[in-house]
């Protein structure tokens, strides 16, 4: 298993559209592209000496062929449409993750 994970800076301005628009539309978009089986979306709980709002957004996938079918057929489509709405408003960057294990508590309640 891979995690995609995209790291953005959000300037305070947009957070509120960025966040609507990124769990109504992009997130649903990355998943309809069949590449991701789910994704988690998390704030980081950090203050950025940019300023701005930082968050987290991991996408799961199978493998690393279909993250690269991912960058090959659906990355460029996807990234023109954040870069067209949210321009110099934002700042990402991406990192890819190869899961080694997962372990689950059995006596912690979330």
């Known amino acids: 298993m891979y995690i995609y994970?995209?790291?953005t800076n959000i300037d305070e301005s947009i957070k509120n559209e960025w966040l609507k628009w990124m769990?109504?539309?992009h997130i649903p978009?990355?998943?309809a592209t069949g590449k991701f089986?789910?994704?988690k979306m998390s704030r980081v709980m950090?203050?950025?000496e940019m300023g701005g709002v930082t968050y987290s957004v991991q996408y799961t996938t199978d493998s690393l062929e279909t993250l690269q079918k991912y960058?090959?057929?659906?990355a460029s489509q996807l990234r023109n449409e954040t870069?067209?709405?949210f321009n110099n408003k934002i700042v990402s960057f991406r990192t890819e993750?190869?899961?080694?294990s997962e372990q689950f508590s059995m006596s912690v309640k979330n």
């Open 5 to 7: 994970n995209v790291t």
């Open 97 to 100: 993750l190869k899961v080694i």
């Open 23 to 25: 769990k109504e539309k």
């Open 46 to 48: 950090i203050q950025e």
């Open 37 to 39: 089986s789910h994704a």
């Open 83 to 85: 870069i067209a709405l």
């Open 71 to 74: 960058y090959k057929e659906n």
């Open 29 to 31: 978009n990355m998943l």
